[in-house]
């Protein structure tokens, strides 16, 4: 396992851009598949993108295709999630994961973040 803490989460307006970060303590950052996740209240927590080990492939919701984007540093041991366009229904508390299987379609994580609050305002 890995450690993580997710940085960057704020307050933003429609519309708007955030870049949230998370950084991964440990010597095999890069051989987990690295996931951004959020739960809005009253929701069930969701995938939002997905990036392999190393940074080749990605996967998207469709509710953020497009909008979204996910990398990785293996060097800095960071992965980073740029978020454009936000709308109010992006707003969530968005948690960092990391998984040892390198597939982007991973259902299996085994580290979390502590999360970051992002809200939207409209």
């Known amino acids: 396992q890995v450690q993580l803490v997710e940085s960057g989460g704020g307050l933003v307006q429609a519309g708007g851009s955030l870049r949230l970060s998370c950084r991964a303590s440990g010597r095999t950052f890069s051989r987990y598949t690295m996931g951004w996740f959020r739960q809005a209240p009253g929701k069930e927590r969701e995938s939002a993108a997905a990036i392999d080990w190393s940074g080749s492939i990605t996967a998207y919701a469709d509710s953020v295709k497009g909008r979204f984007t996910i990398s990785r540093d293996n060097a800095a041991n960071t992965v980073d999630l740029q978020m454009d366009s936000l709308k109010p229904e992006d707003t969530a508390v968005y948690y960092c994961?990391?998984?040892?299987?390198?597939?982007?379609?991973?259902?299996?994580?085994?580290?979390w973040g502590q999360g970051t609050q992002v809200t939207v305002s409209s």
């Open positions: 994961a990391a998984s040892p299987l390198n597939y982007v379609g991973t259902t299996v994580y085994d580290s």
